[in-house]
């Protein structure tokens, strides 16, 4: 059980949010979903790829009309300073 009657201290610091452009950083990505079944399309950097998924949903599936478009654009907090 933790101790709670300790006093604790925190300090604050500042960050700033901002595309993440790193060597690391998950790639930007499109990727359709259907709305109906909620299978989803492999993912691409390019969004026309992606949405050529769904032709191959759609006659697969006749009656699943509906579909969203899923983006994966990484960002990254930078520290800055403490306050
Ligand atoms: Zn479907």
Redesign the pocket.
């Known amino acids: 059980m933790p101790n709670t009657d300790r006093p604790r201290t925190y300090r604050l610091r500042e960050y700033t949010v901002t595309r993440d452009q790193e060597p690391d950083a998950e790639p930007h990505a499109y990727a359709m979903q259907?709305a109906?079944?909620?299978?989803t399309g492999p993912p691409d950097a390019d969004p026309d790829t992606a949405h050529g998924w769904v032709p191959a949903?759609l006659r697969a599936?006749p009656a699943?009309l509906t579909y969203r478009e899923h983006v994966t654009r990484p960002y990254r907090a930078i520290p800055g300073r403490w306050l």
């Open positions: 259907c109906v079944c909620f299978e949903h599936h699943h």
